[in-house]
Each structure stands twice: as C-alpha cells, then as structure tokens.
C-alpha cells in the first residue's frame, strides 16, 4: 500500500476536509463509535489526523490507530490529547497490534484506499482476528456513483473554482478509480491524483462473511437514516460472533 498523504497533503488536509471536522459531524460518528466500544478499546484503520480518534478518546474510550501516513501521524500529535493515543505506523490491511478491540472503524471512504479486491478482503480478516467476540467493525464508504457516468464516460467533475477544480476516473471493468485535483498557486498549477477502488455494499457484506462477520446494521448515514437505493452512502457494521 503506497503512502498518497505525505507532507503536502498532510499540511492541508484538515483544511480541506473542514466540512468533516464540523462538531455535527463528529459528534454523530462519535456517539455511534462510543456505544459500541461499551467499556472496551477502539482501533481506528487510517487513523490519519486524529479527526475522529481523539473526540473519542475525550470520551474515555482507549483508541489505538494503524496508519501508513508519518505526516498525518505528526498533525495527530500536534494536536491536544494526541500524545496519549497509540499508533501503529504500516498498512492497515495486514500491520497486526497488541491486545484485542470491541469496535475497529474504516471512515471517510478509507477502505477504497486499499486498491485491491485482496487488500480490502485482508483487511476484513485483520479486523476479525483483532475483536473481541462479540466486537463491531464499521465502515463508512460512498455507494460507487456509477449513475453519474453516462455510456462512453468514465471521468465525472466533482469541484470547480477558478484555481481549483476536480474530478474522477471510473473504470468500470476494474473497479478502479482516481480522485484527481489540479490547484493553481502563484500562476503555477499542482497536480495530485489518487488512486482507489470502489466496493458495493453486498461486496463488503461476502467480504466479511469471509472474515467470519456478520451485518448487524446498514444505515444511510451516522444519524441512523435508512439506508435506500437513493443513498449516496452507507454506515454498516458487523458483528464477531460471542
């Protein structure tokens, strides 16, 4: 697994992503997050910096990460509170801790940096030898917007500005796609592609039954919505049988 969230994407990368950092925002995944740890630990997968982690170890819930990225990792421990949590560097696919977990979590799409079928089945199954009986995995994810392409497109804009504008790539036969960014900055422009690859929720659901998982919810967003096929996304969690 490449490292995509170096220096300069780290340096931004709360600034960018603001909307996610809106106390509404966090406090939903949070509550969801706290309930299920119950009294045990929480391993956040792509802990990055610290978004979600540490509004949650603030809640008295011990949060252990795996991330790839030393410089999300460093934005973590700038912050407050980001020295008491614990972090593994390496791909959160395979990197195995010590100790088990009641709740393990994959938010803000991070399962689709795992760019493989494979990947993304072994991180099902490292999940499942980390909980506890009985413990959650859930992930956050996009429901693919493959109703955007029409026949012969693959690339769909999702932001324009006059210095800024991005876009996607969908290969339909793969399963691969890129989120791409070009910024102009002092007349000079900066390109950034990154690469994923998108999962539906049925695949996941084999994925963990695969991991010895079963589902246990399915929503439409944190606040619990129903989960329909006008859904843009999807909060699931499975279960590690007792």
Request: aromatic share 10%; with cysteine.
């Amino acid at each position: 697994m490449d490292d995509y969230f170096g220096e300069r994407v780290a340096a931004r990368y709360d600034e960018s992503s603001a909307d996610r950092f809106e106390p509404s925002a966090v406090h939903a995944t949070v509550d969801v997050l706290a309930g299920l740890a119950g009294g045990g630990r929480a391993l956040e997968l792509g802990i990055g910096t610290g978004r979600i982690a540490l509004p949650l170890a603030a809640r008295g819930v011990p949060v252990h990460g795996i991330d790839l990225s030393r410089a999300m990792v460093a934005r973590l421990r700038d912050k407050a509170g980001g020295g008491a949590v614990g972090v593994t560097i390496g791909d959160f696919a395979t990197t195995r801790v010590d100790g088990t977990f009641s709740v393990a979590y994959l938010v803000f799409n991070t399962i689709m940096n795992l760019t493989t079928q494979e990947a993304q089945v072994a991180c099902f199954r490292n999940v499942a030898a980390h909980l506890e009986p009985g413990g959650s995995f859930v992930i956050e994810v996009m429901v693919p917007e493959l109703r955007r392409l029409p026949a012969g497109q693959h690339v769909v804009p999702t932001y324009t500005s006059p210095t800024r504008w991005a876009f996607d790539t969908y290969d339909i036969a793969t399963q691969s796609m890129s989120s791409n960014h070009v910024e102009v900055v002092d007349g000079r422009g900066e390109f950034r592609s990154i690469p994923f690859r998108y999962v539906w929720p049925a695949e996941l659901d084999l994925m963990a039954e695969l991991a010895g998982l079963r589902l246990r919810e399915r929503w439409g967003g944190w606040a619990r919505e129903p989960f329909t096929s006008e859904s843009g996304q999807h909060v699931s969690i499975w279960r590690k049988s007792p």
